[in-house]
């Protein structure tokens, strides 16, 4: 692991990323991803690695959530943005990676389903009802809402809600200006993820996208945040 945190530091090129990204996601040795054989031949031109049972090729980051991105690097720093201080909008990050805003935006909301993905897990999450952050929601879409009025959240851990929300709702109206209600869910997990970032290292959290499946922008676009959200790891 040693040796990876200085490649990672001194990485430079798509290439070098995707060396980083194949250790991560095979760190004990190469597994076929369809039938799980051990040994494969390395296809240095293409950065592939073929099956030598069943001829299947894959890469660093073939079936994973980078599975066909291109930009290697500009993802890993996006994702590594997470780290810094203050968010990434969406603005500032195409102007740093020399992209359009659309790119960005899928990028940083990719990322952040992805987080979403691997911290919230159910138990132990905070409840947090919509109403609640109506000061730093926005309606960005005319598209119809995931919303049950009736849907209470448990009150069980109400006064660790409340003591949350104004720190909550300073993150969204400071950084983003306010966020939109469909996409609001991931913007909360961004917040959960910085502020127990001490639990997280910058491999630690790249493994995370060398895991899953492939996200399409579509399945961003149908994305929307429930009624009541969920903040991980309050404790
Ligand atoms: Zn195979």
């Avoid at 990323?17 to 004990?28: C, F, K, P, Q, V």
């Avoid at 780290?83 to 990676?97: K, P, W």
């Avoid at 940083?108 to 000061?135: F, N, P, Q």
Wanted: aromatic letters at 10%; charged letters at 25%; proline letters at 3%.
């Amino acid at each position: 692991m040693q040796d990876l945190k200085k490649l990672l530091a001194q990485a430079e090129s798509d290439s070098d990323y995707r060396e980083i990204l194949w250790r991560l996601r095979w760190s004990s040795g190469f597994h076929c991803p369809r039938c799980d054989h051990d040994r494969a031949y390395h296809l240095p031109r293409r950065e592939l690695y073929e099956c030598k049972l069943c001829g299947l090729q894959s890469s660093a980051t073939s079936g994973t959530f980078l599975h066909g991105v291109r930009n290697l690097r500009g993802w890993v720093e996006a994702i590594l943005s997470l780290f810094e201080i203050d968010g990434r909008t969406a603005v500032s990050m195409a102007i740093r990676l020399d992209r359009g805003y659309a790119t960005a935006w899928f990028m940083m909301h990719k990322i952040r389903l992805v987080l979403y993905e691997a911290l919230v897990r159910g138990e132990g999450d905070l409840e947090i009802s919509c109403d609640l952050l109506k000061t730093a929601l926005f309606k960005a879409s005319s598209e119809t809402m995931y919303v049950s009025p009736e849907e209470t959240p448990s009150d069980l851990r109400s006064h660790e809600v409340a003591q949350l929300v104004p720190e909550l709702v300073a993150f969204l109206v400071g950084i983003y200006k306010g966020v939109s209600r469909k996409y609001a869910q991931l913007y909360i997990t961004e917040f959960s993820f910085r502020r127990q970032t001490c639990r997280f290292d910058p491999l630690n959290l790249l493994s995370c996208f060398v895991r899953g499946r492939a996200l399409s922008r579509a399945k961003l676009r149908a994305y929307s945040a429930p009624y009541i959200m969920r903040l991980s790891g309050s404790t």
